[in-house]
């Protein structure tokens, strides 16, 4: 009798729906039974039916009604009974007992089943993969809550936007030629591979990167199969946002697939990150005027949605041709109004030497931003870091200040 929790209730009967429609306001009778875990009203007499109302849904939080809550759970158990509506849905299976399974942003796994039309009668089906917002009634059996569609018209299916392309930035340099005759230190520190990621802003959703495929273009002829790579991260936007890479890059014949957290690549509806590639390599394995050249290819699948995070989607596909990438023969140094400060070698097991030509204060970050150390540095020294990953090395005195990426192996 409202969209509040506590304002359904389930009515057990082989004949009464001969007697009501949906949308009818009725006045009826009857006795309160327990069956099974759910509270029902038995044996109904209808006393008076009014039509031309208008039965609308409750707007729910899936997590009330998570398939693992237990019976008489205190924020599922208000719900049952009622028509409820769970947005943006994403169906995993159909199971046994015609029940469909599907999860929520958050992870959150909802049941869908057929107590309202036995078998799906009506011809309701969902597809695996799909995303709906989907309308039912709460009941509980089988040992956990479920929502039941009334028929077809109770799931609208979600068109995201997986649209999302690949573009190449202006002034692209597709290859570059390796000269191994500079000093091994430089031959470490390859810089970047740059491309451009748009979401499109078509649905009002953010667009998240899964999956990244680097290939080797048709002009290389450095050969990736060994151990050639010793090392590298993705930025993703600006120096201080790295692509966090769940597991080590696999080379396939001729691509790099690059397993990444989604929740570290965000795009905002209708907006563009640029993604800088940095990699290093074991000079031992490095031939002299050797053609390194990298392309991006990029589908739909290869971006992942929101509400899409445990889809694994495939990763990127069509031809977009793009990318740059330099050689950074200055091992990192950097000056702040004329004043000289060295870093090296990066990346490093863990030490790194630091040569500055005044005072200054050095304040190290892990990519979170927390501080993990801090120096007064008024000369040459070293400093330790002893957990591997992306650190910040932020030299700053009263001329100014400048900050270092540098990579523990």
């Keep these: 009798d409202s969209n509040n929790p506590m304002s359904g209730i389930v009515i057990y009967s082989s004949s009464f729906d001969a007697l009501v429609s949906v949308n009818d306001t009725i006045t009826l009778t009857g006795q309160k039974a327990f069956s099974y875990g759910m509270t029902e009203i038995v044996n109904p007499v209808l006393i008076n039916t009014v039509t031309g109302g208008s039965a609308t849904a409750a707007i729910i939080d899936p997590a009330d009604i998570e398939y693992n809550k237990t019976q008489d759970d205190p924020t599922a158990e208000p ?45 309701f089906a969902l597809s695996n993969g799909s995303m709906y917002n989907i309308t039912g009634v709460v009941t509980y059996s089988y040992s956990h ?32 030629t390796i000269d191994a005759t500079v000093p091994v230190d430089s031959l470490n520190a390859i810089e970047v591979f740059k491309f451009k990621v ?19 273009g048709p002009n290389n002829t450095v050969d990736f199969s060994g151990d050639i790579i010793s090392g590298g991260w993705f930025d993703f936007g ?3 946002n790295p692509i966090v890479i769940l597991a080590d890059p696999v080379f396939d014949t001729d691509h790099f697939t690059f397993e990444v957290d989604p929740e570290t690549a965000v795009i905002d509806n209708g907006t563009s990150k640029e993604v800088i590639m940095h990699l290093w390599f074991d000079p031992a394995y490095i031939v002299d005027e050797s053609v390194m050249q990298f392309m991006v290819k990029a589908d739909p699948h290869g971006f992942v949605a929101e509400c899409m995070n445990s889809q694994f989607a ?20 950097e000056g702040i109004n004329g004043k000289l400060i060295s870093v090296y070698p990066n990346p490093s097991g863990g030490i790194f030497n630091i040569n500055v030509s005044e005072n200054y204060k050095l304040e190290v970050t892990d990519i979170t931003g927390r501080v993990i150390k801090t120096e007064n540095l008024t000369g040459n020294t070293s400093i330790q870091i002893n957990t591997s990953g992306v650190y910040f090395l932020k030299f700053s005195n009263n001329k100014g200040s400048y900050t270092q990426k540098v990579i523990v192996k």
Aim: with cysteine.
């Design 238 to 240: 600006d120096a201080a």
């Design 314 to 333: 495939p990763a990127f596909t069509s031809d977009v041709v793009g990318g740059s990438l330099t050689l950074d023969t200055n091992i990192s140094v």
């Design 145 to 176: 809550y479920k929502i039941n569609p009334r028929g077809t018209n109770d799931a609208t299916e979600i068109v995201r936007d997986m649209t999302s392309v690949v573009e190449d930035p202006a002034n692209q340099i597709t290859d570059a």
């Design 198 to 216: 748009t979401d499109e802003g078509s649905d009002g959703f953010p667009t998240k990167i899964h999956f990244l495929d680097i290939y080797t």
């Design 79 to 123: 719900w049952e009974g009622q028509l409820v509506t769970a947005a943006s849905i994403v169906i995993d299976s159909l199971g046994a007992n015609y029940e469909y399974f599907g999860h929520d942003c958050a992870g959150n796994i909802i049941c869908f089943d057929d107590d309202v039309d036995y078998h799906y009668g009506s011809g």
